[in-house]
């Protein structure tokens, strides 16, 4: 074997070792101490890390300006309670930090009970799809599913407008009005048409931010 083609296998087999070692760490039980949940998605350490959890967004929570949207303070709230002292087990996906530098990971009750999970089914987040970490994306949608079939949390509060109409793209997983300029520029073999904000939810689509209406906040 040429000198060149061993250095190869021997990184191969380093890189190799060092994946299965990680895989085996977010495995392990190993439970890591929690501070408080900053909002119905973030997490912050004992150590003083944050931790987004991955595949579920939950309305946002303007700390500086103490507004929040609906039913956010009700999932950060949600969240602190059922957090226990002994804290939660972390799983990685493909990547493991996001571009603010947060760890993403699922987390876990010491019962099993998964909280991105937990929190859908109760209608306090909804799925946010972010490949390539979609290790539990069927999952995380028949939560979401189930809510909104029985209209919980955010789903209770759902408008429709008639006649609006929302495309989404295929390849991000987002969706916009059809009449968003953003909307036109989706390539026509990914575009899919919706005709309710339900029908895109229940797809498993989320919300582009870019243009829908933005949803009112109210101080607290």
């Not at 209608?123 to 949608?141: F, M, V």
């Not at 408008?159 to 989404?168: D, F, H, M, N, V």
Request: net charge positive; hydrophobic share 45%.
């Amino acid at each position: 074997m040429r000198a060149g083609a061993g250095k190869a296998l021997s990184a191969l087999a380093v890189a190799l070792a060092l994946w299965f070692a990680g895989v085996s760490a977010a495995h392990d039980g190993a439970l890591t101490a929690v501070r408080r949940a900053v909002d119905g998605d973030t997490l912050e350490l004992a150590d003083g890390r944050l931790v987004r959890l991955i595949g579920v967004n939950a309305p946002e929570i303007d700390h500086e300006a103490r507004l929040a949207e609906p039913m956010a303070l009700e999932a950060r709230d949600f969240l602190n309670r059922r957090i226990p002292p002994a804290g939660v087990r972390l799983e990685f996906d493909l990547e493991t930090k996001d571009r603010h530098g947060r760890t993403l990971a699922y987390a876990f009750l010491p019962d099993g009970r998964m909280l991105n999970e937990w929190l859908l089914r109760e209608g306090l987040a909804h799925c946010l799809p972010t490949p390539p970490n979609l290790k539990y994306d069927d999952r995380l949608l028949r939560a979401q599913r189930a809510a909104l079939e029985e209209k919980k949390g955010l789903w209770g509060l759902l408008q429709e407008t008639p006649g609006l109409r929302y495309a989404g793209s295929r390849r991000s997983r987002r969706f916009h009005l059809a009449s968003c300029l953003e909307a036109r520029r989706i390539a026509p073999a990914n575009r899919v048409t919706f005709f309710s904000l339900r029908e895109a939810f229940h797809a498993g689509y989320a919300p582009a931010r870019d243009c829908l209406p933005a949803v009112g906040k109210h101080p607290f």
